[in-house]
Nanobody, 123 residues
Framework: QVQLVESGGGLVQAGGSLRLSCQAS????????IGWFRQAPGKEREFVSA????????EYGDSVKGRFTITIDNAKNTVYLQMNSLKFEDTAVYYC????????????????WGQGTQVTVSS
């Protein structure tokens, strides 16, 4: 089993920045992918970004490209999501997820999920 714990959410004004963290613990293999998803009230879960354990492959959703950056610190088993130029429409609960192998953009491809962290952007 893999446990994921997100942190770093909060309230920020539009145009501001936040950095989310996802710390993994438990059973980890040499190769896995971590993804970030978000879900706003009344909407489906949306792919935000993903990264492989090596950091060699990253992917971003169209709505966050150029504003969000995903990185990984393998020494800390932690993935970070730096969110800049935040918009009101970025308001959502953000979840990190893990899967064995490479990254994927579909939520159903992930096996383990964190509890989520709320990000609220005021306009």
């Amino acid at each position: 089993q893999v446990q994921l714990v997100e942190s770093g959410g909060g309230l920020v004004q539009a145009g501001g920045s936040l950095r989310l963290s996802c710390q993994a613990s438990g059973r980890t293999f040499s190769n896995y992918g971590i993804g970030w998803f978000r879900q706003a009230p009344g909407k489906e879960r949306e792919f935000v970004s993903a990264i492989t354990k090596t950091g060699g492959i990253t992917e971003y959703g169209d709505s966050v490209k150029g504003r969000f950056t995903i990185t990984i610190d393998n020494a800390k088993n932690t993935v970070y999501l730096q969110m800049n130029s935040l918009k009101f429409e970025d308001t959502a609960v953000y979840y990190c997820a893990a899967r064995w192998g490479t990254i994927a953009i579909m939520a159903s491809s992930y096996d383990y999920w964190g509890q989520g962290t709320q990000v609220t952007v005021s306009s």
